[in-house]
């Protein structure tokens, strides 16, 4: 019994996360394949504009918005997570953003029973949520959807307007970040700051 409710209980921290490939090319979409290809110029189309808008800011975000930052193993471990959003350069449906650093919130990294990676923002207005995948030594590919305000959860292929591609990078001994080119809404570059609570 006990393990059935365990069982349950990492379905739903997993959130709206379905089984994934082992390969996240056969999960993706087409769209998304040649928007994470795009990724080292949406570091060098969102940089100039976030240094220009705050620098005091930007400055003190350091290691953060270094795309040169990435370490090996980047495999976050299981559990619950401070995070804060970090919008990097104009774009999507609102120009003029240049830099936007919003406040803490809390995540969760979880492995399913059948032994995906998840990842999930908890609590604020955006939630991302999805499913994480081996790429290389460096990185890992984040398939995932967001859900705005009181929405349940989301889930990556349903609707292409909520559908997040993106990296998880580990960056220091107990820092990682998602970084996620040209998103659909208010910036050419979102990251999502994790470290362990």
Do not use: H
Not at 22 to 33: I, S
Request: glycine share 10%.
């Amino acid at each position: 019994m006990q393990k059935l409710v365990l069982a349950a209980s990492l379905v739903l921290m997993a959130g709206a996360a379905q089984a994934a490939s082992a390969d996240w090319r056969e999960d993706a979409r087409r769209d998304d394949v040649r928007r994470l290809g795009e990724l080292d110029q949406a570091w060098r189309d969102a940089l100039p504009a976030a240094q220009r808008a705050d620098t005091r800011t930007f400055r003190s975000l350091g290691m953060l918005v270094d795309p040169r930052a990435a370490l090996p193993r980047p495999e976050p471990t299981p559990g619950v997570y401070r995070c804060r959003t970090v919008k990097l350069g104009p774009g999507g449906y609102e120009a003029g953003i240049g830099l936007l650093a919003y406040g803490w919130f809390t995540c969760r990294v979880a492995l399913t029973p059948g032994g995906d990676l998840t990842l999930a923002k908890t609590t604020g207005s955006q939630r991302p949520m999805g499913n994480l995948y081996s790429k290389d030594r460096r990185q890992l590919v984040y398939l995932g959807a967001v859900a705005w305000g009181d929405e349940g959860p989301a889930r990556y292929g349903r609707d292409p307007e909520r559908d997040q591609v993106g990296v998880l990078e580990r960056i220091g001994p107990r820092r990682w970040r998602l970084v996620l080119p040209y998103p659909k809404v208010e910036s050419t570059l979102d990251i999502i700051e994790l470290v362990p609570r």
